[in-house]
Every structure is written in structure tokens, then in C-alpha cells.
């Protein structure tokens, strides 16, 4: 089980057929106009992202709650479309998703801002945030390697098939206590990041 999170092309992201994003893509637009803003334009075909959500949710909404304000806290893990334009607040859309009756659309700057909170209070390593290449834990090259920024699977296979215990061994600190939760705080900054990077929406789909 799970859900998978991935990135949307430009062509899909104005796709008006089915698995298309158009309506979502249309709302948004006609938002950040009235506000002074020029319409989102996704990037043509950026580099793929692709995790699938599958650890235990219950630690992470512990330390959402213990570090952020509650906006805060909704946000990170409350949307269902990432864009990389700032949004001062979560934008609400009626329109269905996979996983939900209405898009929840939020700017990849706030997620990325209070994602980088949580991974400070777990000492998350950079290398797990994808803040750099792929490396071992310091840049040591060995079993706790952590895999690059992108690509299909790779944080969630390196979580699950024991790359994150191994790291864990090698350099302990609060992150690696709870490795579900590290998890979480490493896919949404990841994700976050990735937006904002390569220009394109992250969907859950």
C-alpha cells in the first residue's frame, strides 16, 4: 500500500484530457493573477521525481505539532498539488484528486521552509534532504550511501530496504530514533525542493 508522489511534465500539467491537470492548472493561474501575479508555467519534461509514501505517519505529526504552528503544520503534509510559486496560504479547489474530493494546492517556498524546521529539530543529515549528490553519510562513500536528490523510489527504497539503518549506525542523532518520521521530513523537504528546482508540480497520484 501507499501512495506515490510524482512530479507532472508540462504537457500534463495543461493536459485538458484525463490524468491531465488542466482545471487545477486553470484555477491557479487565474488566482495568482488576481493577485498581481504572472501565471505558473510548468517546465516541458524536468528530471522525474517519484517516492511512494508507505512509513507510519503517527511520529511525524507528533513533531509537526511540536515544531511548527498549526498553519504550518497543515501545510506541509496537508496538500495534495505542490507548486514552486510562493503561496501565502494553501490554495483550495473543487476539483477530485486520487486521494481526495478537492486539490489542495501549496507553494513549494512555505513547504520548504517548514520542512527545513523539522529537519533542523531531528538533525536530519543534508545528504538525506537531498541537499547535495548521492554519498555515505559525511560524504563517505560505503553501505549508509544516500541516494541522489531524484530518480524512481530511491529515498523510499533506501528507508525500506535498510540503507537508512545502516546510516543510522554510522552517524546516530535524533533523526535516526525514529526512522519513519525521518523519512517523512526527508521526502516532503525533498519534494519541496525538487519543485522549485526543476519548475514543475508535484501531484499525488
Same mark, same amino acid.
Given at each position: 500500500?501507499?501512495?506515490?508522489? *510524482?512530479?507532472?511534465? +508540462?504537457?500534463? /500539467?495543461?493536459?485538458? @484530457?484525463?490524468?491531465? /491537470?488542466?482545471?487545477?492548472?486553470?484555477?491557479?493561474?487565474?488566482?495568482?493573477?488576481?493577485?498581481?501575479?504572472?501565471?505558473?508555467?510548468?517546465?516541458?519534461?524536468?528530471?522525474?521525481? #517519484?517516492?511512494?509514501?508507505?512509513?507510519?505517519?503517527?511520529?511525524? @505529526?507528533?513533531?509537526? &505539532?511540536?515544531?511548527?504552528? &498549526?498553519?504550518?503544520?497543515?501545510?506541509?503534509?496537508?496538500? *495534495?498539488?505542490?507548486?514552486?510559486?510562493?503561496?501565502?496560504?494553501?490554495?483550495?479547489?473543487?476539483?477530485?484528486?486520487?486521494?481526495?474530493?478537492?486539490?489542495?494546492?501549496?507553494?513549494?517556498?512555505?513547504?520548504?521552509?517548514?520542512? #527545513?524546521?523539522?529537519?533542523?529539530?531531528?538533525?536530519?543529515?543534508? #545528504?538525506? +534532504?537531498?541537499?547535495?549528490?548521492?554519498?555515505?553519510?559525511?560524504?563517505?562513500?560505503?553501505?549508509?550511501?544516500?541516494?541522489?536528490?531524484?530518480?524512481?523510489?530511491?529515498?523510499?527504497? /533506501?528507508?525500506?530496504?535498510?540503507?537508512?539503518?545502516?546510516?543510522?549506525?554510522? &552517524?546516530?542523532?535524533? /533523526?535516526?530514533?525514529?526512522?519513519? *518520521?525521518?523519512?517523512?521530513?526527508?521526502?516532503?523537504?525533498?519534494?519541496?525542493?525538487?519543485?522549485? &528546482?526543476? +519548475?514543475?508540480?508535484?501531484?499525488?497520484?
Amino acid at each position: 500500500m501507499g501512495i506515490h508522489l *510524482t512530479s507532472v511534465a +508540462g504537457e500534463d /500539467w495543461t493536459d485538458p @484530457g484525463e490524468g491531465g /491537470w488542466a482545471e487545477v492548472a486553470a484555477a491557479l493561474d487565474a488566482d495568482l493573477v488576481r493577485r498581481g501575479l504572472a501565471p505558473f508555467r510548468a517546465a516541458g519534461a524536468p528530471e522525474r521525481f #517519484e517516492e511512494k509514501s508507505v512509513a507510519g505517519m503517527a511520529g511525524f @505529526g507528533d513533531l509537526c &505539532r511540536r515544531v511548527l504552528t &498549526r498553519e504550518e503544520a497543515d501545510l506541509v503534509g496537508g496538500w *495534495t498539488v505542490l507548486v514552486p510559486v510562493p503561496l501565502p496560504e494553501p490554495l483550495r479547489l473543487p476539483f477530485e484528486t486520487s486521494y481526495d474530493d478537492e486539490a489542495v494546492v501549496a507553494g513549494a517556498p512555505e513547504v520548504q521552509r517548514a520542512a #527545513e524546521r523539522l529537519a533542523s529539530a531531528i538533525a536530519l543529515p543534508p #545528504e538525506i +534532504g537531498g541537499n547535495g549528490g548521492p554519498g555515505g553519510i559525511g560524504g563517505v562513500a560505503g553501505p549508509g550511501a544516500v541516494p541522489g536528490a531524484a530518480g524512481a523510489l530511491r529515498l523510499t527504497g /533506501w528507508f525500506l530496504d535498510g540503507g537508512a539503518e545502516r546510516a543510522a549506525a554510522v &552517524r546516530p542523532g535524533p /533523526w535516526s530514533r525514529d526512522r519513519d *518520521t525521518a523519512f517523512h521530513v526527508a521526502l516532503y523537504l525533498r519534494a519541496a525542493r525538487h519543485a522549485i &528546482r526543476h +519548475g514543475c508540480p508535484l501531484v499525488y497520484g
